[in-house]
């Protein structure tokens, strides 16, 4: 059985990652929106903002569920990208580069989350369970559409 100290450290540190991994992902989406450009400028430009404001949503949830945990979330942009798992836009990107970039971070955030809420599963914190799994469910959905627009 986990000790209520290791509980809360494995659950802390599993949520700290995503306010970090959320960090960067809201500039990320920011810079892609300020600065796609080409034939297909109108709609990425609108799902890009779509995409920074549900990701806003997210990382507020997150945060949140760390404070109602008593633990404290990153709120440094030096400490959520030392945290992170996910890079920042390196500038420059081409529209497909920027598609195929936030496919693959959310990839890789569905993987932490799926492990996320095995963790939260484990150590009998359904509340955390539950909210990783509907951020999963809709990162899950923008990655299929993400990809769709590569038309394979």
Request: hydrophobic share 40%; glycine share 4%.
């Amino acid at each position: 059985m986990v000790k209520t100290k290791e509980k809360k450290d494995v659950i802390s540190e599993t949520l700290n990652k995503q306010v970090a991994n959320f960090s960067v992902l809201f500039m990320k989406t920011h810079n892609f929106h300020w600065y796609v450009k080409g034939e297909n400028f109108f709609s990425l430009h609108i799902k890009f903002e779509e995409l920074y404001e549900e990701t806003a949503l997210h990382l507020d949830t997150i945060a949140e569920r760390m404070l109602a945990v008593g633990a404290t979330p990153s709120a440094t942009l030096k400490e959520q990208l030392e945290i992170a798992s996910i890079e920042e836009a390196a500038g420059g990107e081409s529209a497909s580069e920027m598609v195929q970039t936030l496919a693959d971070d959310f990839n890789t955030i569905c993987t932490e989350l799926t492990k996320g809420i095995t963790a939260a599963e484990d150590n009998d914190d359904q509340p955390t369970a539950d909210m990783f799994i509907a951020i999963r469910t809709s990162l899950e959905k923008h990655k299929w559409m993400l990809e769709a627009y590569f038309g394979e």
